[in-house]
């Protein structure tokens, strides 16, 4: 290196040395400056450092609501979402065609569950909301417009919550479509609602027959279903029932018209007579088996298809309001009041006629009114068969005491058969019937059973034989209370006549053909000892005693045939006087008796008037001593025991047949009472 760059590179140094000692000297006046300023910092550093600290707290409050905004966010989007979904069903439900019904609940039911969820998210909402108001509250750093913000958020939520319950207050969308599937539910039934045909059938005159079906058809019953199901989810089922059982019922009233039964509106002092009501218990047993089998049958079914989806309970629940509302009860309470009036033999060939009628639709009855909600009907027809029952057993049990107890009765005045005999064998043979035995042996057996004791076998005949046994021990008093022996006569000879006329009835095959031959001997026998002691008598007028057959006596035996044809004739006038007012009843018996007295007596007659006629008809006036010729003597004898009511015709033996039930019916009845 050569002098000349040595020179320049110390020159260069130099130039270096003064710039650095320049900076230095301008650093050392900035540090001064400096180091009193540091000072100040350091004595400001703590307030500093406190409020750094507050800034890093904000920051990390800011981050914990931005967690809490963004967990919110998606239960809010879904609330938009849902509620605008909500407002398309509304706008689909208002322009549904309502003759579409299942479209119309179609879209009912989704706008439902749209609403349903629209709460369901409103309330998942608002839990987020409030977490973030939690987290708001008592920050310095949140702004009034923040608070704000959330509270009207709460507001908008809550308001979203009760939308559902908004629709469903009157006035409401859901209130308004609920009204209409219920005015729906009332039209259809109501127009599809037919009554039931109830006419007379024609190869029965009287007798009521059940003619068409009130079902509804297929479709009706389906739309019925649909806005059953709608309207129960909506607690309005009960509405549904009434609604159904009113239009129902009200159709089978108005069905029922036709049949006239007013009759069940009878109190039961209004039944004091069973006569009067005999006419009214037959149609009651007809209705009631036509009411039973083709009205509430059907009714039944129908009841059971419309509300089946919903369960059996409902059915049976509707279905029970309908029979009571229909009247089911008036049937039944007429048959009590039948039990309770007034106790006689009749009643209870009544109250078996009513046993038969409930028999006759008892499984029906089990079948349609067997569930819980037929209490009250199940209730009142176990009274009413406790107390059929319990009064037929009471009458019939009964009635051999109070054939006893007639007995001090006085027999007819005209020897004819007591009324009181005549009703019982006529009573008995109904008893012993066809018509009437099998229920009476079902209502003794189910009574014995009631009683814990074993039904015995005879128990119907045996009474009976008792009944016919006081009859018969009533007649032997009867007969011997006659002051005339003759009448007395015609009286046994009258009653053993009846109990032979009792051949081939079921009385007469109970009692066997042996009792009936004895009677028949009876009869025989008293008719023989009549005709002897009253008709025999007149003999003793008619005989020759005294009359001899000599020219000279001719005028004394004139005489003498004078008295005795004046006191024959006053004799036999006497006689026919009071033996007209006999009665011999049974048309053989009359006409035998009078053939018998005509062949004994009319040749006597004929043959003295033949011998001694002459003798006072040889005198001017003797045609006033012959009275009657031997013709007019038969036509009179043939004419006897000729009853009051075959003077009258057929109609007033039939009104003759009924004062004698009426008759025996009511002092039964007295002294039913007075035991």
């Known amino acids: 290196m050569t002098e000349g760059d040595s020179i320049e590179s110390l020159l260069a140094a130099r130039k270096l040395l003064n710039s650095s000692l320049d900076k230095s000297r301008a650093v050392a006046l900035a540090l001064g400056k400096t180091g009193s300023r540091l000072e100040e910092i350091k004595e400001r550093l703590p307030s500093s450092e406190a409020a750094f600290g507050c800034f890093s707290m904000q920051k990390c409050s800011f981050g914990v609501v931005r967690n809490q905004i963004d967990s919110a966010s998606g239960p809010a989007a879904a609330v938009l979402k849902v509620f605008d979904s909500v407002q398309e069903l509304e706008k689909s439900l208002i322009s549904e065609s309502h003759s579409d019904i299942f479209g119309y609940l ?32 008592g920050n310095v750093a949140v702004t009034d417009r923040y608070n704000c913000s959330v509270k009207k958020s709460f507001r908008i939520l809550h308001e ?6 908004s629709a469903r207050r009157n006035g409401g969308l859901l209130f308004e479509a609920l009204n209409y599937l219920e005015s729906e539910f009332n039209r259809l039934v109501t127009e599809n609602t037919i009554p039931f045909a109830l006419v007379a059938s024609s190869s029965s005159p009287g007798k009521q027959a059940y003619i068409g079906s009130s079902l509804m058809p297929v479709t009706v019953i389906q739309k019925l279903q649909v806005i059953i199901d709608r309207l129960k989810a909506n607690g309005r089922l009960e509405i549904c029932i009434s609604v159904y059982a009113e239009v129902r019922s009200l159709n089978i009233r108005k069905s029922l018209q036709k049949l006239d039964l007013e009759y069940l509106e009878k109190s039961a002092k209004e039944f004091d ?3 009067d009501i005999e006419g009214l218990i037959g149609n009651w047993c007809k209705h009631l088996e036509l009411v039973v089998k083709h009205v509430f049958e059907p009714e039944c079914k129908l009841c059971s298809d419309v509300f089946n989806k919903i369960g059996l309970d409902i059915c049976n629940c ?10 089911i009860l008036s049937f039944l309470q007429f048959g009590k009041n039948v039990t309770e009036s007034n106790k006689d033999p009749v009643k209870l060939l009544r109250l078996l006629e009513i046993f038969a009628a409930l028999d006759k639709v008892r499984v029906d009855f089990n079948r349609l009114f067997g569930g819980e909600a037929y209490g009250d009907i199940q209730s009142l027809i176990r009274d009413l068969i406790r107390r059929v029952v319990n009064g037929a057993c009471e009458i019939f049990l009964e009635l051999p005491l109070q054939v006893k107890l007639r007995r001090q009765v006085s027999p007819p005045p005209d020897g004819s058969v007591p009324r009181l005999v005549l009703f019982v064998t006529d009573y008995c043979n109904q008893l ?8 009476l042996t079902q209502v003794l057996v ?6 814990q004791a074993k039904y015995e076998e005879g128990l119907l005949t045996r009474l009976i034989y008792r009944v016919i046994k006081e009859i018969a021990l009533n007649l032997d008093e009867w007969s011997n209370s006659h002051q005339d022996i003759t009448l007395s006569y015609l009286f046994v000879m009258n009653n053993h006549c009846h109990f032979c006329n009792l051949k081939g009835t079921k009385l007469g095959d109970m009692m066997g053909d042996s009792w009936v031959k004895a009677h028949e001997q009876y009869k025989n026998y008293y008719a023989g000892l009549y005709v002897r002691e009253s008709w025999g008598k007149l003999f003793s007028f008619l005989r020759q005693d005294g009359l001899i057959a000599s020219p000279s006596r001719k005028a004394s035996n004139r005489e003498l045939v004078k008295k005795k044809l004046k006191d024959f004739y006053q004799t036999f006038d006497h006689m026919v006087r009071k033996h007209s007012c006999w009665v011999v009843t049974d048309k053989n018996s009359r006409e035998k008796i009078c053939q018998i007295v005509v062949q004994a ?15 006072v008809e040889e005198n001017a006036s003797g045609g006033k001593y012959v009275k009657y010729s031997a013709n007019d003597l038969e036509k009179i004898l043939s004419s006897l025991f000729q009853p009051n009511l075959r003077k009258n015709g057929s109609s007033r033996h039939l009104q003759f047949i009924g004062k004698i039930k009426n008759v025996v019916t009511h002092q039964f009845h007295l002294m039913l009472t007075a035991s």
């Open 446 to 451: 189910i009574h014995q059973s009631w009683k």
């Open 273 to 275: 007579d069973v006569q």
């Open 106 to 137: 179609v879209v009912l039911k989704q706008l439902e569950e749209a609403m349903k969820f629209l709460a369901d998210n409103c309330r998942l909402a608002i839990q987020w909301l409030e977490g973030i108001a939690e987290a708001l509250e």
């Open 160 to 165: 979203l919550l009760a939308y559902e319950a």
């Open 601 to 615: 007596f009319l040749p006597v007659y004929r043959s003295y008037l033949k011998n001694y006629g002459v003798l």
């Open 318 to 327: 509707c279905f029970a309001k309908i029979a009571i509302q229909s009247g």
């Open 432 to 439: 012993l019937g066809d018509n009437y035995r099998p229920i």
